[in-house]
């Protein structure tokens, strides 16, 4: 490299080779890129480099822009630092402002998230911070202010950072639109994305890049070594045929824990993370601050103490969820355990990729499998990350929801014209298609709430004034929306405080409803005592010893990704050398000899009676919500042709479907009732598309600003009051205007992302084309039987559910113990 080609960046460099550092090329290229007026998206690993590859174009043209006549005073920030996660920000905020100061660069670096300082928030506000770390939900209120276009004029770059986390949700769409309106404010700002490795870069790099299509994808530093080693069983049939929990492996993964100095262990649940901290705990001989409990329901103080015992080397170990999937780096983690099944190889990878977080060391990670079909799962994803095979994230589109909050955002700052608004709208990727008919009924919505609730006021938001443009004059209205600002819902959060000191976090209010005062319960890593509930808040005290039920959480089961369960379906049929595989040999053989093994061209159905009634199990391996689906849809055909009760349960790998009579199934009938002829109809008339599409709609309301939020000062309302207030504008919706947008996107939702129905047509269409395999065990074979223990869950019995799946299981391995042999 010429003398000329190495001045560019010299700055940096030096800056680089004092610390005894080199920049990467893809560092160096990234730089280039941005001084020549590109904007692009950078996908590398976590902790290669990324951040200075993104912050080092800004600070080397600041630098050659020293001489320069100054921005003025308060002109808002050169770089806005847009981060999904607030625990990341503050980190980030502490790099970038180091690094800044260590060129000397005069830049004030400031957090705009809700843990953010007062003053933070103040230089915010003010335009006098010259780097912005900021969530979406923030970079949203800042432009509900009239002076946004003033406070953002001098900016310069915008770098989204972890843009995989946005690209397919809500939250992305929101940042999507606010990216937008910069755009317009500041037409000369370049846009970097910072990405992990998807299956679908080029469309992530179109979602953030509409307006510059072909803008370069670069390529950061090779993946690190990943290895998956499980802990397998110690001898054969040593392993339960269902379960999730798996704290029967308890021993021996609290001997790998004092193999090493720091451990990460991930669970896949907050109620998993608690159960798996508490039992460790009740075992720990170590000081009990070196364990610790990590998150998303837990209060902030806590989580950050738990990352700066990582960082510092307190703390041993920490038992957490996907709160940790993302964030920091920590080097003195040395090892990373997962419990369970990690559902996904993408999670599998940012999981084992938090340890051994240093120069020349590869990533590592622990399976500990909770039942033997998942140790199936771990050499499925093995496989796939040998051949590179990552999980794509498909963008959401068409959220009116989010449209309608944004505009009533804009209206608030400063006004909008609707034919401008239209078109700015109109270039992002969620809304290309959006047509002007479907635009007027947004901006009649926000007018006044639609035809059914003209007659409100409280509907009336939005006013569209003598010269045609947009805007909210009520003051009662713009705290009310900035106030519910973003698409983050979630039902019925209670504070969990003590009577004396501080919050320990939330849990859901269906939980404490259940309890009385003087009962126990286990959340936090603690055992507590409820004292007394007061609105949306429950005060408790320490409980000296003694039990109780750990707090619950709905909706907390993660989905098996199509790309892993494809991975694991053909296994069953083709083992290859895999330890996992030969560690299940026995349980194969009983599979395949009682009925058959599922492969990618052979769809596997079981005809199973027990006392119960008779069972048809089917295993496409599409999903759990694809199954769900299937399921509802089976048993309307079915009782079409002839009358019968039926009720069915689902997981990932297939369903399981009860009959209260007997009833004749071939070949012949069993594809009939998988048929994709009809089956949008079918699913509509098989499932209570009302009621769950009602559900939906308390979400979309909340995000629309239908369902204000509760003000500062004022008791927070209960999911029963919201529930409440959501189910009637619903009715009152139904019945006189059944063509609302909310409506109709309620439904929508409910069949797409729900139910999944293009993948249940896509499941559908690849089961026709599928050899069958219907068989008539005996009994219940290693694929039925977790479908069978997973519907004992809501029977009532004086036995736990555990005692009850151990006994079954006992009987079926004796059964089939010959065969195992």
Excluded at 154 to 160: E, T
Excluded at 163 to 183: D, P, S, T, Y
């Amino acid at each position: 490299m010429s003398a000329q080609r190495r001045a560019w960046d010299a700055p940096l460099a030096a800056w680089f080779a004092a610390r005894g550092w080199k920049p990467a090329a893809f560092q160096r290229e990234t730089w280039r890129r941005y001084l020549a007026g590109e904007s692009g998206l950078l996908h590398t690993p976590t902790g290669s480099g990324k951040t200075l590859a993104a912050f080092g174009g800004p600070l080397l043209q600041a630098l050659a822009d020293a001489g320069a006549a100054r921005a003025p005073e308060g002109a808002g920030p050169r770089v806005l630092w847009v981060t999904p996660l607030r625990a990341l920000a503050a980190d980030t905020a502490r790099a970038l402002a180091q690094t800044a100061g260590d060129l000397d660069i005069a830049w004030t670096v400031a957090l705009r998230t809700g843990d953010a300082s007062a003053r933070d928030k103040r230089l915010a506000r003010q335009g006098k911070a010259h780097v912005l770390v900021i969530t979406p939900e923030s970079l949203a209120l800042l432009l509900s202010y009239a002076d946004a276009s003033a406070r953002f004029r001098a900016l310069r770059c915008i770098v989204v950072d972890e843009w995989h986390e946005l690209l397919g949700n809500k939250r992305g769409v929101l940042l999507q639109l606010c990216l937008a309106r910069l755009r317009r404010l500041s037409p000369e700002t370049r846009t970097w994305g910072l990405s992990a490795t998807l299956g679908n870069l080029e469309e992530a790099r179109s979602v953030l890049l509409p307006h510059a299509p072909g803008s370069p994808l670069v390529a950061g530093a090779r993946p690190r070594k990943i290895t998956v080693a499980t802990l397998l069983p110690e001898r054969d049939g040593a392993m339960p045929w269902a379960g999730h929990l798996g704290l029967s492996q308890l021993p021996r993964v609290f001997k790998r824990l004092f193999d090493v100095r720091a451990s990460l262990l991930f669970t896949n649940t907050r109620a998993q993370a608690e159960l798996w901290h508490r039992a460790l705990e009740s075992i720990w001989p170590e000081d009990p601050a070196t364990l610790a409990l990590h998150h998303g329901s837990l209060d902030p103080r806590l989580r950050a103490a738990a990352e700066q015992g990582l960082r510092d080397g307190a703390v041993r170990c920490v038992v957490a969820t996907s709160s940790l999937d993302l964030g920091v780096d920590f080097p003195a983690v040395d090892q990373v355990l997962q419990i369970g099944s990690p559902k996904g190889v993408a999670r599998l990878l940012q999981r084992a990729g938090r340890a051994r977080h240093r120069p020349g060391e590869s990533g590592h990670v622990i399976c500990v499998p909770a039942q033997a079909l998942e140790l199936i799962e771990y050499a499925a994803a093995r496989q796939a990350i040998a051949r590179g095979e990552i999980e794509s994230r498909p963008p959401p589109t068409g959220s009116l929801d989010v449209l309608a909050q944004h505009a009533v955002t804009l209206a608030l700052g400063g006004g909008f014209d609707a034919h401008a608004l239209f078109l700015e709208v109109r270039g992002t990727h969620a809304y290309a298609a959006l047509d002007p008919g479907t635009w007027q009924a947004v901006l009649d919505f926000i007018v006044q709430g639609g035809r059914a609730l003209a007659k409100y006021p409280d509907f009336h938001r939005v006013v569209r004034d003598d010269d045609g443009c947009y805007r909210v004059h009520d003051r009662r209205i713009a705290l009310r929306h900035r106030l519910s600002i973003g698409t983050i819902t979630a039902d019925g959060a209670v504070s969990v405080k003590y009577l004396r000191g501080g919050g320990l976090g939330s849990v859901e209010e269906g939980f404490l409803a259940r309890l009385r005062p003087g009962d126990r319960f286990q959340f936090a890593g603690r055992t507590l005592e409820l004292v007394r509930l007061e609105g949306m808040t429950a005060y408790v005290r320490r409980a000296k010893g003694g039990d109780g039920p750990v707090a619950t959480w709905q909706g907390g089961r993660m989905p098996l990704s199509t790309q892993l369960a494809r991975e694991v379906e053909s296994l069953y049929a083709h083992p290859g050398s895999h330890p996992e595989m030969r560690a299940v040999q026995a349980l194969l053989r009983i599979q395949g000899q009682a009925s058959a093994l599922p492969d990618r061209g052979r769809l596997v159905a079981e005809r199973v009676g027990t006392r119960r009634g008779m069972h048809l199990f089917l295993f496409p391996f599409a999903g759990r919500a694809v199954h769900e689906g299937m399921a509802a849809m089976i048993a309307l055909r079915w009782g079409r042709l002839a009358a019968n009760t039926f009720s069915y349960t689902v997981n990932d790998y297939g369903l399981m479907l009860t009959l209260a009579e007997s009833a004749a199934l071939d070949d012949a009938l069993l594809r009939r009732l998988l048929s994709p002829d009809g089956m949008a109809q079918d699913l509509r008339d098989g499932v209570n598309l009302g009621e769950l599409a009602r559900r939906q709609f308390r979400e979309i309301a909340r995000v629309a600003g239908l369902l204000t939020p509760s003000l500062p000062g004022r008791a927070a309302r209960s999911l029963r009051q919201e529930q409440a207030s959501s189910g009637l504008l619903y009715d009152v919706l139904r019945r006189y205007d059944p063509d609302h947008l909310l409506l109709a996107q309620a439904e929508r939702e409910v069949f797409e992302l729900q139910l999944e129905a293009p993948r249940l047509l896509a499941a559908l269409q690849d089961c026709e084309g599928r050899t069958l395999a219907l068989a008539e065990p005996r009994a219940l074979t290693p694929l039925s039987f977790p479908l069978w223990t997973e519907s004992l869950r809501g029977q009532i019995s004086t036995e736990t559910w555990q005692v009850r799946v151990k006994r079954a299981a006992a009987q079926l391995e004796k059964r089939y113990a010959r065969i195992a042999r």
